[in-house]
């Protein structure tokens, strides 16, 4: 069964500092994972995408995620926060070989940005 | 494309009433998801569909719930009857082809029931 885990609940940065949100799968089948953004009061927006080709995954906004096989890990991270950054961040997994378009979601992570 | 259309973006009704929320995925998207999210739970998914056809409605949490997909441009979910604790954000999402692709997400049904 497929089952994703966002290890950290609330991330607290500083403007022009790094971001690492943290993100763990399991999977039965080769996974395709994915980082979502949701802005207060707004629906999910795609940051980035892994589909089984490079693991260095580059989405908008700056941000980047590595798919790690060997530590099942999927973090996202950016090297300079930005206020606009704030949000909720949800790592998501998708089995290839499983359940056609089901897509599994993390808990999510709370990212605040301090001046 | 304007995207994925869900309305009402708000809804307020009385506990016992019936509610029903609206979707309208992107054109020529085959598939169709229905989300719910609450503080407690987080996002889970309720029941999705492929061409129109219900595929997986395990998520859905009780028979006061149903689901359904008359064409490829329009979906419904009533709550029948609706109590306080189904108040949540009701996320309607649609995607291209089998799992591995991208969903795309509408703005939300806020449901309150008082």
């Known amino acids: 069964a497929q089952s994703v885990t966002q290890l950290d609940s609330h991330v607290s940065v500083s403007e022009g500092t790094p971001v690492l949100l943290r993100c763990n799968y399991s999977s039965s089948y080769s996974p395709s994972l994915f980082w979502y953004v949701q802005h207060p009061n707004k629906g999910l927006q795609l940051l980035l995408k892994y589909t089984s080709a490079a693991t260095l995954v580059k989405g908008i906004n700056g941000f980047e995620a590595e798919f790690k096989k060997s530590e099942t890990s999927f973090h996202l991270t950016k090297p300079s926060a930005h206020m606009s950054d704030a949000a909720e961040y949800f790592c998501v997994v998708s089995d290839l070989g499983g359940s056609q378009g089901n897509l599994i979601f993390g808990k999510g992570t709370k990212l605040s940005v301090k001046p | 494309d304007a995207g994925v259309i869900q309305s009402p973006r708000h809804e307020v009704t009385e506990m016992g009433q019936e509610v029903t929320l609206r979707c309208k995925p992107i054109?020529?998207?085959?598939?169709l998801f229905w989300y719910r999210q609450t503080m407690m739970r987080g996002l889970e998914l309720l029941i999705y569909f492929n061409n129109n056809v219900p595929i997986d409605d395990s998520g859905m949490p009780e028979d006061r719930f149903s689901a359904k997909m008359p064409n490829a441009s329009f979906s419904t979910l009533k709550i029948q009857p609706s109590e306080p604790r189904d108040s949540a954000v009701y996320f309607c999402a649609s995607s291209l082809g089998a799992s591995g692709t991208e969903a795309f997400f509408g703005q939300g049904t806020r449901l309150t029931v008082v």
């Open positions: 054109s020529g998207h085959d598939y």
